[in-house]
């Protein structure tokens, strides 16, 4: 079962449960009406303090938006000012009203979810006569200074269990594809199609390659350049580190762990949040420096 099936299996058994306990509707001072599953201890946070919960957003189509059980990272809000209650939006006057241990959930159209919670329209490829499903609990509510070493502990395992999950992937991905794959120390795995003794860069020199990259995952394309000029200290660490293993006529593949591509944050309309890259490249030159005026190495 994979990661994505799991959670799913645990949010729906916390919901079962909670459900066998309460199923009160709650409403906040402007009218959003959210159900309280089960109750917590009832202390609920004030001005300064950190609600930490954990949240799955799924819509009608049973489609999962995001999960931080299988992110490994739970969501937090700071809660304002009680002279800011008339300015906020429902589901930020509800956090005002949860404690440790409260499990809730509420719905609402995708067009309104758009609009109240994240601010602007639905973008065109959304389809917006489905319903988005929110389900949370709060796992601790924390003073700010608290709250930093737990973000930063948070982020540490996030990282490390993300850089183990990469490569288990990459691994299974070169089994099932019977490619015989070569890994350097920093977790890049790489086949070296070519190697005719050309002489190699560093990663202070620019370099001139030929490249197409897709996504491990599904194998989708998403970039592909017949010749770029680009310094070495100024691309992702993955090429920074892989591209000094070609000397120029050579050619590899790179399979790159997220942590050493685009992360947790990705790139916005390009790469999602903790994608596997690979990458075809072919070392075509280099020099010393990088010539913005013709963008081309010098």
């Not at 949240?55 to 739970?74: A, C, I, Q, R």
């Not at 990663?203 to 996504?215: D, H, M, S, T």
Request: proline letters at 5%; a neutral charge; glycine letters at 8%.
């Amino acid at each position: 079962m994979n990661m994505s099936k799991i959670a799913n299996v645990m949010i729906g058994l916390l919901l079962l449960t909670a459900a066998a306990c309460t199923d009160s509707e709650k409403v906040t001072q402007n009218g959003f009406k959210f159900k309280l599953l089960k109750a917590g201890d009832g202390v609920v946070p004030v001005k300064d303090q950190i609600l930490v919960f954990d949240y799955e957003l799924k819509d009608s189509k049973d489609s999962v938006w995001h999960n931080t059980v299988t992110d490994g990272m739970p969501s937090a809000v700071m809660i304002a000012d009680t002279s800011m209650i008339k300015n906020e939006n429902g589901i930020v006057q509800m956090f005002r009203m949860l404690s440790i241990g409260d499990s809730v959930a509420f719905s609402m159209p995708i067009k309104k979810f758009f609009m109240d919670v994240i601010g602007q329209p639905a973008p065109p490829s959304v389809d917006t006569t489905r319903t988005i499903f929110y389900a949370m609990k709060v796992t601790n509510i924390m003073a700010m200074e608290e709250f930093k070493t737990f973000q930063t502990s948070m982020m540490e395992k996030k990282v490390e269990g993300q850089k183990k999950k990469d490569d288990e992937l990459i691994v299974k991905y070169l089994a099932d594809n019977n490619i015989k794959a070569q890994q350097d120390t920093s977790g890049i795995h790489y086949v070296i199609h070519s190697s005719n003794g050309g002489v190699k860069p560093t990663a202070e020199n620019c370099v001139e390659v030929n490249y197409a990259g897709k996504f491990l995952k599904d194998g989708m394309p998403f970039d592909s350049n017949p010749r770029m000029a680009f310094p070495l200290t100024g691309v992702i660490r993955g090429w920074t580190l892989g591209i000094p293993m070609l000397g120029v006529g050579d050619s590899a593949t790179f399979y790159i762990p997220s942590g050493l591509a685009y992360g947790p944050q990705g790139y916005p309309g390009a790469i999602p949040p903790d994608a596997i890259l690979i990458f075809d490249v072919r070392l075509l030159g280099m020099g010393a420096g990088y010539d913005r005026a013709t963008q081309s190495c010098k």
